[in-house]
Each structure stands twice: as C-alpha cells, then as structure tokens.
C-alpha cells in the first residue's frame, strides 16, 4: 500500500488523486498508463486528476520509465505537484491584466506605465501608435528613453524623473519628442505599494496643440480689439489737427498771395508729402479699427486669387520670382466681403515680394480641408509660401501686432488689418517660419455651407 491505498491495478493519475501530500512519488509497475508506457524517456506535463470525492485538481506530473539491466521496461516512475491554487491564481491575474489592458486601450491618448527604474511595465495601443511602434514586446521591459524613443542615454530636460525624486504628481506643458511643432499636456501619477512605497509611475500624454492655438488666437483678437478702439479715437483726433495743418499749408502755399523761393517751395512739398503719409497711416488705423464686414457675398476665391495675381505679374519678373500655383478645383465659396479679402491678399503679397530681394520662389496653393483652430469644421485653406529671410524666432509672435514692424519705413499695419479683416469673416490667419527658410501664411475661411 502507498499512503494506505491499494495501487494495484490503478493508474499514475488515480494514485495522484489519492495522495494528500504536496509532492509524491509514485512506483507504477503495470501498464496502467499506454502512452507512458510506451515512452523511452521521461514526459512531463500537466494533468486534470479527478480525485474520490469527485473534485477535479490540476497536477504537474513527471514520469520517468524503468528499466532493468536487460533493458526490460519493468514500470514508471510518476512525480506530481498540485498545482491548482497556483493555476488559479495565474488564471485571475491574467484576467486582471487583460482588463486592465483594455482600460488602457479604451483611452484615446497615450498611456504609459513604468517601474520606478523606468522600465516599461504596461502602454496602450495609443502609445504604441504615438512611437511608431507595433508590437509591445519590443517594448515591454525596457528603459523607456530606449524601447520608446531609441535613445541610450535620457530624454534632455525630462521632468518625469523629478517625480521619482518628489514621489508626487506632476503636470507641464511641451513640445512633443514625436512631431515637435505639436504641444502636448503631460500628467505623471505616483503608483504606491503598501510595503515598497512609490514603485511605480503612469504617464498620460494629451495633444493640446488645437487648443494651445485656439487660446492664442482668442487672446489675440481680444488684445487686437482692445487696440482697435483705441487706435480708432486716436486717429480721430489725430485727423483733425492734421486737416487744419493742410488747410494753412495750402493758403501758405497760394502762389496768388505769396512769392516764394525756391527752397520753401521745397520744404512746403516736402511738409506735404508728411502730412499725405500721416493722413495715410491714419486710414489704415482706421481701418484697422472697423469691426464690421461692409458686404457680405459668395466669393471664390480661386477667381480672387487668379485675377489679383494679374497684377503683380510685372513686379514678380522684375524681382526674379517665380510663381508656382496649385489651385484644387471645385473647393467651396466663402461668404465675405470681396474688397476686404483683395486687401489681405495683397497684403501678403507684398510682404513676400519685399523679402525676396534677390528672386525666389512663391508659392500659392488654395485647398478645402479641416481646420486646424476648430475641430470639424470645413474651411478653404489658402497658402502662400516665399523663399525668403524667413522671420526671426523672437518676433513671429508680434508679425500680427499693430504697429509692428521691421522694415524701414513700414508702418506695422498690413498684417494686423490682414488679421482683423480674417476674423471678421470667421477665419483664421497663421504663419510658419524658420529664419533663412522662408515663411508660410495660412488663412482658413468657413465654407459657405460652415457655420460662422
């Protein structure tokens, strides 16, 4: 007897179930089991035994064959281990783990999971698809600055590491490691075990480059309106003291009433031309500061484009500048008025011929598309593309200000009049530049069929 059971004439796995001890050995001297049986080597394998009272248990069972010195099988040599409880514990963790999982890839934005030494415990599809990676177990396991971002030393600058350090929450604002002209809000959460501490951090990373720029345009046009109203009464007032200085400068200059020599005539012309070009920065402040669209009709701006670009073909070859056009077909009308929309042409027009000195390249293409201040809405896309100096890093967020300027003898109106007369039509006006690379305006303006 083994264990108070009769064997005899029971298999390895009946034995099995009998026995109440962790681990057993078992000698089986007939040939209970065929397929052990007939095995030269030793198998191994997990097994579900039914035991006498009729519950089922899982075992690991090794079975080792016997021979004699003739080379005779003469029976087996069966361990087994109950593994059950280990089974079902491997079982729920899985099934917790595969929830988890797809709490994770339930969420749009990329969700990372790190030990506290910075290997990566757990990602979602999202963050797989923000590192153009496609399988996890590239991933899985390793440092994350090198299965995320194939680096072999840090991230520069990163400030999840303070985290570890502080064991508390953190959120900032960056420029994304994968599309740098994006913006993103990074939040880093503590993970804590009641023994260890901080053993761990959940990293959720949210594109915020619409909003960002959304909230600038908002902050603009709030500051641009606010400058609008007082530049308009400054030019008011400016313009009535000017009309008196024209009036007298007039009966000064009456030849009928006064001789005058040569060099006053001069200076009266020249105090002329002052008061001309004061009278003329007056009318562009004030309209600047006109906050309603005078006409409102369907405009195609693919027509606008063709027949404002007619003149400014003479001054395009005079400044060697080649003109590329790509104007898609049948794009949508936009409502507006078409004088209004000439003059922001015009504008940009002639800041890209102005920083081309030496010829270049313009490019000018119109498209309907998404926008990319306002989620879902429908736009006409208008773009044009110089190939001049480009626009230095610390003034590209001034270009749209009033008075704004880095020519000599400009007035820094042209691109804050731009500016206001796209808002008013309920678009947006935005430019892309890199010194030495040129620039690109972009103007996006609703559809006709698109909400305002």
């Not at 040939?31 to 039914?50: F, H, L, P, Q, Y």
């Not at 008061?275 to 009709?297: C, E, Q, S």
């Not at 395009?316 to 409502?335: F, G, M, Q």
């Not at 011929?353 to 490019?363: A, C, H, Y």
Request: negative net charge.
């Amino acid at each position: 007897e083994l264990e108070g059971v009769d064997y005899r004439g029971k298999t390895d796995s009946e034995l099995a179930a009998y026995s109440k001890i962790d681990h057993d050995v078992f000698l089986v001297c007939e040939e209970s089991d065929e397929k052990a049986w007939r095995a030269k080597n030793t198998t191994s394998g997990e097994e579900v035994i039914t035991s006498s009272d009729g519950s089922e248990n899982i075992f690991d069972v090794i079975k080792v064959p016997l021979f004699n010195a003739d080379e005779i099988r003469k029976g087996l040599v069966v361990v087994g281990r109950d593994i059950t409880d280990r089974k079902q514990a491997e079982a729920e963790l899985s099934k917790s783990k595969e929830m988890l999982q797809a709490v994770f890839d339930g969420i749009s934005d990329p969700l990372i999971m790190v030990n506290r030494d910075f290997s990566v415990k757990m990602l979602n599809n999202a963050a797989l698809k923000y590192h153009s990676e496609s399988k996890f177990e590239k991933v899985i396991g390793k440092i994350c600055f090198e299965g995320l971002q194939g680096r072999t030393n840090p991230c520069e600058g990163c400030e999840i590491i303070s985290t570890v350090q502080s064991s508390e929450e953190k959120a900032f604002e960056r420029n994304s490691y994968v599309s740098p002209d994006n913006y993103e809000y990074v939040a880093v959460y503590p993970l804590y075990e009641k023994e260890v501490g901080m053993d761990g951090l959940v990293i959720h990373i949210r594109d915020i480059t619409e909003t960002k720029k959304s909230h600038e345009q908002l902050m603009r046009a709030d500051r641009l309106s606010s400058l609008g109203m007082l530049s308009g009464g400054i030019a008011h007032e400016i313009r009535n003291p000017l009309s008196g200085i024209s009036l007298f400068l007039d009966i000064l200059n009456d030849k009928d009433n006064y001789d005058r020599t040569a060099k006053e005539i001069e200076i009266f012309k020249q105090i002329r031309d002052d008061v001309n070009r004061i009278d003329g920065i007056i009318k562009r402040v004030l309209d600047f500061a006109r906050t309603t669209i005078k006409t409102t009709v369907e405009i195609d701006i693919n027509h606008l484009v063709q027949e404002e670009n007619k003149f400014w073909l003479t001054q395009l070859r005079k400044s060697d500048i080649a003109l590329k056009l790509s104007l898609e077909e049948d794009i949508p009308y936009v409502l507006g008025d078409d004088i209004e929309l000439r003059q922001v042409w015009n504008n940009l027009m002639q800041n890209a011929v102005e920083v081309m000195e030496k010829g270049g390249i313009l490019s000018i293409c119109t498209t309907k598309g998404i926008s990319l201040f306002h989620k879902d809405r429908q736009v006409v896309i208008i773009k044009i593309k110089d190939t001049g100096t480009g626009i230095k890093e610390k003034n590209q967020g001034s270009i749209f200000n009033p008075f704004f300027t880095t020519k000599a003898g400009g007035t820094g109106l042209g691109l804050a009049i731009s500016n206001q007369i796209v808002e008013r039509h309920g678009g947006t006006i935005s430019c892309e530049s890199k010194p030495g690379k040129g620039a690109t305006f972009t103007v996006e303006l609703p559809c006709v069929l698109c909400e305002v």
